[in-house]
Every structure is written in C-alpha cells, then in structure tokens.
C-alpha cells in the first residue's frame, strides 16, 4: 500500500524547543516537499530535495532544517529561531521535477504544530 | 511575484447541479496545471492535472486550460454533498531549481442536498 506518511499527527512546541515532523514515502519518488499552511493563506514551499543529500530552500526556509539522508525519508526541525510555528505542516512527494506527470505532487496527512 | 488566483466563495450549488471553479495565473511560461480537493483539517489530494490547451475529462470532473487567456477552470457535473470542500489551484512557474508549484488560496464550495 504506496504513499505517504507523516508522524505525529499533533505535535506541541515549548518556548525554545526544536521540534522534529517525520515525513516517510514509499511511493519510489525521487523529489520531496515541505509546505507550511495556514489560515486564509496558500501553501507555502519551506524546503523541497530532488535526491538523497541534496535540498533547497523554498520561500520560507528562516527557522526550519532538513536533512535527506535517505530517498524515502525527509524529515523537518521546526527549530525554536523559528517564532511563529503554529500552523499546519504537509509534506509531499513527485517522481521528479522534470515537468508533467512526473511532477505531480502527493501529500501525506498532515501535522498539526501548536505552541504551548 | 507569480501569482494565482482564485474566488474564495463560498461556492453554493445545489445537489445535481454543475460546480465551476475558475481560476487564474500569471506566468506565460507555466506548464503544468493542477486541481486539488482539501476538506476541512485534512491534506490535499489530486483532483485533476491539465498540461495543454483544452478540455480533459475523468468521470464528473472535466479540466479546462486557456493559456492564451491564462485561464484554468474545473467542473464538477452531478456534484455530490461529498464534494463540499475547498478546491485548490496549482501552477508551475520558473525553471531549474527555482521551478516549484504556485497556490491559490482556494475556493470553498458547498453542495446543498
């Protein structure tokens, strides 16, 4: 059974704390995404990585970390630089970024980040 | 700034009734095209991908693309009350390392039984 998953599905924050969200796919895909979502705005690109040991960063990068060390795994630190994480985090896959189908994107479920 | 834009709704069709949502994009150079469905505190699944100038249909969804009016639209025929949800429109723009998927804001629709 292909896809996504992302653990936890809540995560909560303290003042100063790095926090990590596991993102796992199975789905063979060589690209994978973080995006940060919040209320009345669009999905917005964190980090993305084309292939083991190798990422950029998106739009929002500032307070967050990455690493790929293995194709079906991409993990995110939300680390405490980062002041305002409450939000909604999805993380995604596509075969490659070569354009059409192959780009397509997949989300995994979700987690949902809540400062205490 | 690459944008795209969509009516945020809310949307309100009656069941059986046919759901058009528009949307719009700025990059000339935007090849990929993408519908998704997000329901409420859950994550977006494909609906629909479009890469040239026409229509494309998949069971009760048909998806238009006019890259001359920079233009991407998606019907929903016979909608259900399962389809209430917020549709959301993506884009590629850039190339190389700066390629990535632009978001709209989304459409939120409502089908009344």
């Known amino acids: 059974d292909g896809g996504i998953t992302q653990s936890p599905k809540y995560l909560f924050r303290k003042e100063g704390q790095n926090v990590t969200l596991s993102c796992e796919q199975n789905?063979?895909?060589?690209?994978m995404y973080w995006y940060r979502q919040d209320p009345g705005q669009g999905l917005r690109l964190i980090y993305y990585s084309q292939i083991v040991n190798d990422f950029q960063k998106g739009d929002i990068a500032e307070g967050y970390s990455v690493s790929r060390e293995k194709k079906e795994s991409f993990p995110l630190t939300v680390t405490s630089a980062q002041k305002n994480p409450t939000a909604f985090y999805l993380c995604a896959s596509s075969r490659n970024r070569a354009g059409g189908e192959g780009e397509t994107q997949y989300f995994g479920p979700g987690t949902r980040l809540l400062v205490l | 700034q690459k944008e795209v834009e969509q009516n945020s709704g809310p949307l309100s069709v009656p069941e059986g009734a046919i759901a058009s949502l528009n949307c719009t994009y700025s990059?000339?150079?935007?090849?990929?095209f993408f519908w998704y469905r997000q329901y409420s505190g859950k994550s977006p699944e494909l609906i629909m991908s479009i890469y040239s100038n026409g229509d494309k249909e998949d069971g009760r969804f048909t998806a238009q693309l006019n890259k001359a009016s920079q233009y991407v639209s998606l019907l929903i025929r016979d909608s259900q009350p399962s389809d209430s949800a917020t549709y959301l429109c993506a884009v590629t723009a850039g190339a190389g390392n700066n390629r990535k998927l632009i978001w709209g804001l989304g459409t939120s629709l409502a089908v009344n039984p």
């Open positions: 990059d000339r150079g935007s090849q990929s």
């Open positions: 789905l063979n895909h060589d690209a």
